[in-house]
């Protein structure tokens, strides 16, 4: 049996030694990288060979790769890398690793075309300076046959472990049973269907309710077609920390069978992983830093017996080896067979398991819960903002190469909003004299970074990065975009402005990650409309749909619709008093545990006060702005089988989804509220962007959202087959046609 490796891969995995170090960094972006290599290879004499396709064999061991340049007149090879910075404070380690891919390419094009000895060179370009440096050794043939050898021979034994493990997988996958004695109610309709869509190549959008097993019933059948599929990885993406907690567990539940060596990583964002969140990322500041790539084959080997990699093991066997938990869960990644993260890690401009899966080649299928959150979150990743007060502060005492450029970007920044005279204007062009001057701060800046790597400016670096990110989203800029400019008084009436650059249909950016998978099964419990889903997240138009069949009946769910309060924004305090009522009275004829969801914290507040003060005797509790985890942890705890009282909370945040809370612990949830979104200058925007885009504007900015967020809502109270409730809807718009069209199918209003 043969064991495929990329040149990268192989040398990344043999070559890498010392300290992690990101100072010189960060790179270009991908298509700045795309870019650079087309600027060098186009400006080459003819008869340059680009891309060329190479591989070798060492005992088992496929090498393949493709050598980005080779010049038959000079007989040379050519590694090309883009980068920003001054290139004597690169890392002598990086300069290492990209010599040792160099010359792994070098002595496959020997022994392609039997030569005895070739002229290998690094060019490096600068992407801001449009500069090429070019370093080249003169290599004899047996010398890079022998250094190709070494790492052959260093990365085998690995590669003989992943073929017998892989080998010994498959076997169990094929043995594979469901966890328990039989399905629930859709879910083995839900397992069949997304079984059929990776057999066949298509994308699929389920939508299911919560509580038949969609963690579960979407798990099990990729790892069935894993081996007929060949798969390579699953990838379980999340918007929520609750979501990766389930697909841990439904993993747990299918290790109970014995003998399957199946391998997972749970991966979360850095911020969570950071032991040492006050140091930078290289070897002079942080431990865990120093040393890293000469300790991290040891600690891949002991992480990779462990067939659960949750965030407790990974930090477990991190830090019993002092390498960082975080960059060890990212080299990890690459040996997982299911990774479970966060969406970013696949969908973001720079997303790693995207960059790996494309890189590798991996076959992959993608598991998205909780799928009705990607449209906002997309936005979010590919959207970018510029506030004038950062610039301000960072002007007050810059270094005295940035004072001029940083003079001209605010002179040009002041003309972009001088006319302006409405607080919001939406622009149907990008600036380019201030695009053009902010890249010429980004490249000072960046030579400032690694001149002084420990002593930069905090306001600084932080403008630096939020200045990267608008000049890469400007690349993207298009008609799924809006740009816009939010004047406002700065300090002695001096105007200042926000720049935005607000992605409103992420679709063409998703639809390439999505279609880069065998499959992509995308599922929650609110994907309708689907013509609303497929059209703003970029679904492929021979997608495959499910609506799954409820395993609750109707009788499990009183819903009444309160069509004689009006919570519109001008009739809310109107809507008190007989809001309060409406509540005491249903917890008076049943009392137990309920939420109550408004639309703001402020229409929240004052039913709360007018609830305590009438009736006091009702325990009550409440959603805060800002709350963090342990705040949130004490707020569900008062949900018991064995208490009594009303929690309040706003609709579309925390408590709105991804909460279970079964049986007694919640009865009935008071949704007043339609979920619209606030009627402001952006969104009016964006609801015409939506009209000229896909003819529906009203509903794809404010009716579907809002009402996404009201059946997620209403979904807490009934989690179970034994479970009985009520959802109050109040609000005389619920009683609307096109409303109750929204609403599941197996309620009965």
Same mark, same amino acid.
């Given at each position: 049996?043969?064991?495929?490796v990329a040149?990268?891969?192989?040398?990344?995995?043999?070559?890498?030694v010392?300290?992690?170090?990101?100072?010189?960094?960060?790179?270009?972006s +991908?298509?700045e990288g795309?870019?650079?290599?087309r600027?060098?290879?186009?400006?080459?004499?003819?008869?340059?060979?680009?891309?060329?396709?190479?591989?070798?064999?060492?005992?088992?061991?496929?090498v393949?790769?493709?050598a980005?340049?080779?010049?038959?007149?000079?007989?040379?090879?050519?590694?090309?890398?883009?980068?920003?910075?001054?290139?004597?404070?690169?890392p002598?380690?990086?300069?290492?690793?990209?010599?040792?891919?160099?010359?792994?390419? +070098?002595?496959?094009?020997?022994?392609?075309?039997?030569?005895?000895?070739?002229?290998?060179?690094?060019?490096?370009?600068?992407?801001?300076y449009?500069k090429q440096t070019?370093?080249?050794?003169?290599?004899?043939?047996?010398?890079?046959?022998?250094?190709?050898?070494?790492?052959?021979?260093?990365?085998?034994?690995?590669a003989?472990?992943?073929?017998?493990?892989?080998?010994e997988?498959?076997?169990?996958?094929?043995?594979l049973?469901?966890?328990?004695?039989d399905?629930?109610?859709?879910?083995?309709?839900?397992?069949e269907?997304?079984?059929?869509?990776?057999?066949?190549g298509r994308?699929?959008?389920?939508q299911a309710?919560?509580?038949?097993g969609?963690?579960?019933?979407?798990?099990?059948?990729?790892?069935?077609?894993m081996v007929?599929?060949?798969?390579?990885?699953?990838?379980?993406?999340?918007?929520?920390?609750?979501?990766?907690?389930?697909a841990?567990?439904?993993?747990?539940?299918?290790?109970?069978?014995?003998g399957?060596?199946?391998r997972?990583?749970?991966m979360?964002?850095?911020?969570?992983a950071?032991?040492?969140?006050d140091k930078a990322?290289?070897?002079?500041?942080?431990?865990l830093?120093?040393?890293?790539?000469?300790?991290?084959?040891?600690?891949?080997?002991?992480?990779?017996?462990?067939q659960i990699?949750?965030?407790a093991?990974?930090?477990?066997?991190?830090?019993?080896?002092?390498?960082?938990?975080y960059?060890?869960s990212?080299?990890?990644?690459?040996w997982a067979d299911?990774?479970?993260?966060?969406?970013?890690?696949y969908?973001?401009?720079?997303?790693?398991?995207?960059?790996?899966?494309?890189?590798?080649?991996?076959?992959?299928?993608?598991?998205?819960?909780?799928?009705?959150?990607?449209?906002?979150?997309?936005?979010?990743?590919?959207?970018a903002?510029?506030?004038?007060?950062?610039?301000?502060?960072?002007?007050a005492?810059?270094?005295?190469?940035?004072?001029?450029p940083?003079?001209?970007l605010?002179?040009?920044?002041?003309?972009?909003?001088?006319?302006?005279?409405?607080p919001y204007q939406?622009?149907a062009?990008?600036?380019?004299?201030?695009?053009?001057?902010?890249?010429?701060?980004i490249?000072l800046i960046?030579d400032?970074?690694?001149?002084?790597?420990?002593?930069?400016?905090?306001?600084?670096?932080?403008?630096?990065?939020?200045?990267?990110?608008?000049?890469r989203?400007?690349?993207l800029?298009?008609?799924?975009?809006?740009?816009?400019?939010?004047r406002?008084?700065?300090?002695?009436?001096?105007?200042?402005s926000?720049?935005?650059?607000?992605?409103?249909?992420?679709?063409?950016?998703?639809?390439?990650?999505?279609?880069?998978?065998r499959?992509a099964?995308?599922?929650? +419990?609110?994907?309708?409309?689907?013509?609303?889903?497929?059209?703003?997240?970029?679904?492929?138009?021979?997608?495959a749909?499910?609506?799954?069949?409820?395993? %609750?009946?109707?009788?499990?769910?009183e819903?009444?619709?309160?069509?004689?309060?009006?919570?519109?924004?001008?009739?809310?305090?109107?809507?008190?008093?007989?809001?309060?009522?409406?509540?005491?009275?249903q917890?008076q +004829?049943r009392p137990?545990n309920?939420?109550? %969801?408004?639309?703001?914290?402020?229409?929240?507040?004052?039913?709360?006060?007018?609830l305590?003060?009438?009736?006091?005797?009702?325990?009550?509790?409440?959603?805060?702005?800002?709350?963090?985890e342990?705040?949130?942890?004490?707020f569900?705890?008062?949900?018991?089988?064995t208490s009594?009282?009303v929690?309040?909370?706003?609709?579309g945040?925390?408590?709105?989804?991804g909460?279970d809370l079964?049986?007694?612990?919640?009865?009935?949830?008071?949704?007043?509220?339609?979920?619209?979104?606030?009627?402001?200058?952006?969104?009016?925007?964006?609801?015409?962007r939506?009209n000229?885009?896909?003819?529906?504007?009203?509903?794809?900015?404010?009716?579907?959202?809002?009402?996404c967020?009201?059946?997620?809502?209403?979904?807490?109270?009934?989690?179970?087959?034994?479970?009985?409730?009520?959802v109050?809807l109040?609000?005389?718009?619920?009683?609307e046609?096109?409303?109750?069209?929204l609403?599941?199918?197996w309620?009965?209003?």
């Amino acid at each position: 049996m043969s064991y495929t490796v990329a040149v990268r891969a192989l040398c990344e995995f043999t070559a890498k030694v010392g300290d992690l170090d990101l100072r010189f960094t960060p790179s270009p972006s +991908a298509q700045e990288g795309m870019l650079g290599h087309r600027r060098v290879t186009q400006g080459r004499d003819a008869g340059y060979q680009s891309e060329v396709t190479l591989s070798g064999q060492y005992h088992e061991l496929l090498v393949r790769g493709r050598a980005d340049g080779y010049d038959p007149v000079l007989n040379r090879l050519e590694e090309i890398k883009t980068h920003r910075g001054d290139l004597d404070l690169q890392p002598d380690n990086h300069r290492q690793l990209h010599w040792a891919q160099a010359k792994v390419y +070098a002595w496959l094009m020997c022994q392609q075309l039997q030569l005895t000895r070739m002229d290998v060179a690094l060019v490096y370009f600068d992407v801001d300076y449009d500069k090429q440096t070019v370093f080249s050794q003169q290599c004899q043939a047996q010398d890079l046959e022998a250094h190709f050898e070494r790492l052959c021979s260093r990365f085998l034994n690995w590669a003989r472990q992943e073929l017998a493990r892989s080998a010994e997988r498959d076997a169990a996958l094929r043995a594979l049973t469901f966890p328990h004695a039989d399905f629930r109610v859709g879910q083995r309709e839900l397992a069949e269907t997304v079984y059929k869509a990776v057999s066949t190549g298509r994308c699929l959008m389920a939508q299911a309710t919560t509580g038949i097993g969609k963690t579960l019933a979407t798990l099990f059948p990729l790892l069935k077609a894993m081996v007929p599929q060949q798969l390579d990885k699953i990838f379980f993406l999340s918007a929520k920390s609750p979501g990766r907690a389930l697909a841990l567990e439904a993993v747990a539940q299918l290790h109970r069978q014995p003998g399957l060596p199946l391998r997972t990583l749970e991966m979360v964002a850095r911020s969570k992983a950071c032991e040492h969140p006050d140091k930078a990322c290289h070897g002079e500041s942080c431990p865990l830093a120093k040393g890293f790539y000469d300790r991290l084959p040891a600690a891949r080997e002991d992480a990779v017996r462990l067939q659960i990699l949750d965030q407790a093991q990974v930090r477990q066997t991190a830090l019993a080896h002092q390498v960082c938990p975080y960059y060890l869960s990212q080299e990890l990644a690459r040996w997982a067979d299911i990774v479970i993260g966060d969406y970013n890690y696949y969908f973001d401009l720079n997303a790693l398991l995207f960059g790996l899966a494309q890189e590798r080649q991996w076959r992959i299928a993608v598991l998205v819960d909780e799928s009705h959150n990607l449209v906002e979150r997309a936005r979010g990743m590919y959207s970018a903002t510029l506030d004038q007060r950062t610039l301000q502060a960072v002007r007050a005492a810059p270094p005295s190469k940035l004072k001029s450029p940083l003079q001209r970007l605010n002179r040009e920044w002041n003309a972009l909003h001088a006319d302006q005279l409405a607080p919001y204007q939406a622009h149907a062009r990008l600036p380019d004299k201030l695009i053009l001057a902010l890249l010429r701060c980004i490249s000072l800046i960046g030579d400032e970074m690694n001149a002084k790597p420990q002593g930069i400016d905090p306001l600084l670096l932080d403008f630096y990065f939020q200045a990267l990110q608008f000049t890469r989203v400007a690349e993207l800029f298009d008609e799924h975009y809006v740009f816009d400019v939010s004047r406002r008084d700065g300090p002695g009436k001096r105007t200042q402005s926000q720049l935005c650059l607000r992605n409103i249909v992420p679709a063409p950016l998703l639809g390439p990650r999505i279609a880069a998978a065998r499959s992509a099964i995308l599922f929650s +419990a609110t994907l309708s409309p689907r013509r609303y889903y497929a059209d703003l997240l970029g679904l492929p138009k021979d997608h495959a749909w499910i609506d799954v069949q409820s395993p %609750f009946s109707a009788e499990q769910l009183e819903v009444r619709i309160v069509d004689n309060i009006s919570t519109r924004f001008n009739h809310r305090q109107a809507s008190l008093g007989p809001i309060v009522e409406l509540i005491a009275k249903q917890y008076q +004829a049943r009392p137990g545990n309920y939420l109550a %969801f408004f639309s703001s914290f402020d229409y929240l507040q004052q039913v709360e006060a007018l609830l305590a003060e009438r009736y006091p005797d009702i325990e009550q509790w409440a959603q805060a702005r800002k709350m963090d985890e342990g705040a949130r942890r004490d707020f569900l705890a008062r949900f018991t089988s064995t208490s009594r009282g009303v929690g309040f909370a706003v609709l579309g945040g925390a408590f709105g989804e991804g909460i279970d809370l079964p049986g007694d612990r919640l009865i009935g949830a008071f949704i007043a509220t339609l979920g619209l979104a606030q009627f402001n200058p952006v969104n009016e925007q964006i609801k015409g962007r939506m009209n000229t885009l896909f003819g529906a504007g009203y509903d794809y900015t404010y009716l579907y959202p809002g009402l996404c967020k009201v059946v997620q809502a209403a979904g807490r109270v009934i989690r179970g087959q034994e479970d009985r409730g009520v959802v109050v809807l109040i609000d005389d718009r619920f009683a609307e046609a096109r409303v109750k069209s929204l609403f599941p199918r197996w309620w009965h209003v």
